[in-house]
Every structure is written in structure tokens, then in C-alpha cells.
């Protein structure tokens, strides 16, 4: 590729990516405006993909000048791969929102349900501890019980919750598919709360203390006795 044609590849880039990020800027994601957050992040992506792989042809022949060019296209990859970032969370919280009422909608039905019935049932024991208490009554009376009462009514219908949109992993973009990964981070709230097969043995430090030069100065000596470890020479 000559000069002229890597020099008008990377200035075609420039103005798509600086209207694509102030497209995006104010987004968000909703039903209407899910397939542009889609195809907002598949060109952010494809833009970094394509500005990658000319860097590499660009910078890989000379060394030299592989270090201005990496300052040159990372100008608009490292932003265009944050910008495509941030899309991608922007939609994979629509999705979690839709999952999410989805699964409220699914309780507050089954709770409504669940508490018709419950109703429905104190209302058959209430009638059936009447019912015994008539029967005593007439059974010490000598005469004759009063018929049984009507059956207790079922219990009122409650339509289920209206189906509603579907969270989508993959949507169908100009420049193919693009997969949407809901992607979770943690932070540490306690270390000595988090069970032990979370835990990792740090291996630098291990081995940086059993491998320390002795100083009887300064009194340093090799640690040689780390409780659950067996140490010992390197074979």
C-alpha cells in the first residue's frame, strides 16, 4: 500500500468516527433505538479493526517508524474500541432491563396468584369449621342439620403478564452480527469473607521470599516454611 492510499484511509476515518461518537453520545437504548446502538457499535469496531490492521501493515516493514505510527492510528482505534465499549454496555443494560421486568412482572403474577388461592382456602375452612359447628349444634338438639352450604368459588382469574421484548444477545448489523456480552466485575468488600476457592496463592511473592539473598546484617533469611507449601530446590 502506498502512502498516499494509508494516509487516505486513515483521514476517511476521521470524520465517520467523530460523527459516530457524537451520534452516540446522548444514547440510549431502547426498543426504537436498538438497531442503531447496534450498528453504531459495529462500525466503531469495524473502523478500530480495519485502522489496526493497515497500522500493522503500515508499521511492520519499518520498525522505526512503527512507534508514530501506533501514536497516529491509536488517535482513533483506542478511542473507537472505548466508544464501541461503551455502546455495548448501553445495550446489554437494555437487555438486563428487559430480563429484569420480565422477571418482576413473572413474581408480582405468581404473587397474586399464590394469594388468591390462599384466600380461596381460608374461605373453604371457615365454611367447613361452620359447617361442623352446625352439625353439633343440631346433632345436640336432636334435629335435623341445615343442608351444606354452596361449594366455595375458585379462585378469580388473573390474566399472566403480557409478553413483552426479548432481550437480544445478536442483532444483524450492515457489518454482520455483533454479539452483545453482558459482561459483570466485582470488587473486594471483605478478603476474609471470600471462601477459599476464590482465593489464589500469590506465586511472586512466594517465591521472591524463599528465594531472597541471605543477609545476616540486615537479617534476611530465605523463608523455607510456608504452611500448605513444600519448598524446596528447583530440579
Known amino acids: 500500500m502506498s502512502n498516499e492510499q494509508e494516509i487516505s484511509i486513515y483521514q476517511q476515518s476521521l470524520p465517520t468516527f ?18 442503531f446502538a447496534a450498528e453504531s457499535l ?7 479493526t ?5 497500522r500493522i501493515k503500515v508499521g511492520k516493514p519499518n520498525f522505526d517508524a512503527y512507534k508514530a505510527v501506533n501514536e497516529k492510528y491509536g488517535a482513533i482505534i483506542t478511542p473507537c ?3 464501541a465499549s461503551t455502546i455495548e454496555k448501553k445495550i446489554a443494560a437494555y437487555n438486563r432491563e428487559l430480563k429484569e421486568k420480565a422477571e418482576r412482572e413473572q413474581r408480582e403474577y405468581e404473587r ?21 359447628a352446625e352439625l353439633k349444634k343440631a346433632e345436640k338438639k336432636g334435629v335435623e342439620p341445615p343442608p351444606p352450604p354452596a361449594p366455595v368459588a375458585p379462585a378469580p382469574y388473573i390474566p399472566p403478564p403480557a409478553p413483552i421484548e426479548v432481550p437480544k444477545e445478536k442483532l444483524s448489523t450492515t457489518f454482520g452480527s455483533v454479539k452483545i456480552k453482558d459482561k459483570w466485575a466485582f ?3 471483605k478478603i476474609e469473607d471470600v471462601p477459599r476457592q476464590w482465593l489464589m496463592v500469590d506465586e511472586r511473592k512466594v ?9 545476616p546484617v540486615k537479617g534476611i533469611v530465605p523463608v523455607r516454611d510456608i504452611a500448605g507449601l ?5 530440579e
Not at 18 to 25: S, V
Not at 50 to 54: A, P, S, T
Not at 208 to 214: R, T, V
Open 207 to 215: 517465591l521472591a521470599a524463599i528465594n531472597q539473598k541471605p543477609d
Open 42 to 48: 459495529a462500525t466503531a469496531k469495524r473502523i478500530a
Open 112 to 132: 397474586k396468584v399464590r394469594e388468591a388461592e390462599e384466600a380461596r382456602q381460608r374461605e373453604i375452612a371457615a365454611a367447613e369449621k361452620k359447617r361442623q
Open 18 to 35: 467523530e460523527e459516530l461518537r457524537q451520534n452516540t453520545a446522548a444514547l440510549t437504548v431502547t426498543s426504537e433505538t436498538l438497531q
Open 50 to 54: 480495519v485502522l489496526d490492521e493497515e
Open 81 to 83: 474500541k472505548e466508544l
Open 230 to 234: 513444600s519448598i524446596q530446590p528447583e
Open 187 to 189: 470488587k473486594i468488600v
